[in-house]
């Protein structure tokens, strides 16, 4: 099978091969070292400012989210989601369990921030903002210059989803002001899916180190203090850590962030400049490198989604709910080559043949 | 390295060769029927009662044991903590997070809860019992038959935390009555470590999907809810879900877990058979099959893992806290052999010929 999914994605060989080996025992100082690696160059591609930690929960990109929620908001904040999808939309979900005062701002499918959205916004005693910097269910990549211009003016506290664009979309931590960065290992990290990344500034490590405790195993603070020996509070997914570390070290070896988001533009600039005659209308404004939402114009797009599993060796990514029929995604990330691409846009054009699409 | 802590533990090579495949996407009919495949197993390795159901958190033990308390308790429940040790100790942090009322029963380390030590409290409004079956930081292994009488004779929900029994030791989820069993992927599962599970009876069930929703990662019913159709709420540790499949397949194909269950017991009784001439004493009443804690007569404990880890290419299992230089641990779990005791043992007599214990 090639997987043009966003996640879990194709895995480099380096990778699998850590994937194969007996997973080691993790109380020793040689996966501390391990662990330490990780947190510097997360924050080094994430370009976090100085002082800034990370963290590694054994856990979803939900978990990220949630632990994010929980840790560093309080109901003495006031926050606003902008919520453009399914990912907006359960920011806004968990905010509401935890009773934390918000407000979204509702986007149709597929469609961006504007400008002039956020204005109303200003001056009413807003604390933070959140965001999803790529909303995945649709390929949309915010403007995040501008919502960070907003943040900054407001004196907000910005945390930003970039769970699904982390590497393959540009993102400054430290040029943003972004308080909190969330990411996860099955997206362009090309990872087994298991592990979610929380990076923090030191305002972020601040407000994380005096939140009330309110779950034991999203616990920041927890968390932060363990990572500063390299440990984590509870049993971690060990394997997949040192999955993490091997690629990491890998990008760093090729370049870094830079290298790596040029080559995912590069895979996604490809592919999108063969579709051009295929019977597909982009769905999205202002894309993310990671995904190219596709509406098909002469089929419904879960029926292309199985015959490409099916019939094709090919999983593309399939919408869920009101989109179901509507868009399915092709990924870039992940360890795929315009060569894949090719044999993508070959089983598209097999499908026209045979009157499928 | 051979590795006898008590997880993450050795996987057998079929488990390993997963490790190294490329992780598939999992919104598919494919993926779902090896979730219902998982979730038959553990019910049926668990003996669970009709209309039991199990699911798949990613997450550490910690998650399912925080999962348990939030969605199967209430601040109507009023609870028994049996803290013998760290794991005892860390249910009951959990209640009180969570406010949940309860009194514990604290054991000294390495001793067994015994029959008159529940006496006194009976009749006084406990609704809920949770213990460790086994206590994973000092191998003493519960008699759960007694603890199961006494949760029956006072119609208490009885919350069996089988992390790192489950496989090892004798389970009988619908002879005891309990509500909920957990486990996790990293023990007698011999999986990488990641993904935790909770077994449910029909009245765990029925608990969870009445449960106000605390947390959105760790809900329950959300989880039970698609898990239905063999899905989870959030990217799961697909991976490590196929490496559990052919796992428990493994197990099933060579006898289910009672072959399993000898196994390991006779994997530890030839180690505890072995150690008689060494300065070791056995430190914990009532041993669990799955780890054998030891109390060195010459040398600090922590030492001896640090010796074993640098010159003998061995891990043993360390203590934390108190019992650091008192107490090391050999696990039995995972794929071991009488081989590999020996290889332990000969480290052992050679650190005795050099002095070191």
């Not at 510097?40 to 994430?46: D, G, P, T």
């Not at 989210?65 to 003495?76: H, P, W």
């Not at 999808?85 to 921030?113: C, K, M, N, V, W």
């Not at 600039?269 to 190219?292: H, M």
Request: charged share 20%; with cysteine; hydrophobic share 45%.
């Amino acid at each position: 099978m090639i997987n043009f999914t966003v996640g879990p994605v194709q895995s480099s060989d380096a990778v699998r091969a850590i994937g194969a080996e007996q997973v080691p025992y993790f109380r020793t100082p040689e996966f501390s070292e391990v662990m330490l690696e990780n947190e510097r160059l997360v924050l080094s591609f994430a370009q976090a400012p100085a002082g800034s930690r990370a963290v590694f929960l054994t856990g979803s990109g939900t978990a990220a989210m949630e632990a994010a929620v929980m840790n560093l908001l309080t109901q003495a904040d006031k926050a606003i989601v902008i919520n453009g999808g399914s990912f907006g939309h359960r920011f806004a979900e968990l905010l509401g369990i935890h009773r934390i005062p918000y407000d979204e701002i509702r986007l149709e499918p597929g469609r961006t921030l504007r400008p002039g959205q956020l204005d109303s916004y200003a001056g009413k005693g807003y604390t933070s903002l959140l965001v999803n910097v790529g909303e995945t269910s649709t390929g949309v990549l915010y403007d995040m210059g501008m919502i960070a211009g907003f943040c900054r003016r407001e004196g907000m506290f910005l945390i930003a989803d970039a769970i699904s664009t982390f590497l393959a979309d540009e993102f400054d931590m430290a040029a943003l002001g972004a308080g909190a960065m969330l990411t996860g290992s099955q997206k362009a990290l090309a990872c087994p899916p298991g592990v979610s990344v929380v990076a923090l500034s030191p305002e972020g490590v601040a407000r994380a180190m005096s939140a009330p405790r309110k779950c034991m195993y999203l616990d920041l603070r927890d968390a932060l203090v363990n990572g500063e020996r390299g440990q984590t509070p509870f049993t971690p997914a060990v394997g997949t850590l040192r999955q993490i570390n091997t690629r990491l070290r890998e990008i760093e070896a090729a370049g870094g962030a830079p290298s790596e988001r040029a080559r995912i533009a590069a895979i996604a600039a490809d592919f999108r400049s063969k579709i051009k005659e295929l019977p597909f209308a982009i769905f999205s404004d202002r894309l993310s490198n990671a995904v190219t939402p596709l509406r098909p114009l002469t089929a419904p797009a879960y029926d292309i989604f199985t015959t490409l599993k099916d019939e094709y060796g090919i999983w593309v990514c399939p919408n869920g709910g009101e989109l179901r029929d509507t868009v399915f995604r092709v990924g870039h990330i992940g360890a795929l080559t315009t060569a894949d691409n090719d044999a993508l846009i070959a089983a598209f054009n097999d499908m026209r043949r045979r009157g499928l699409i």
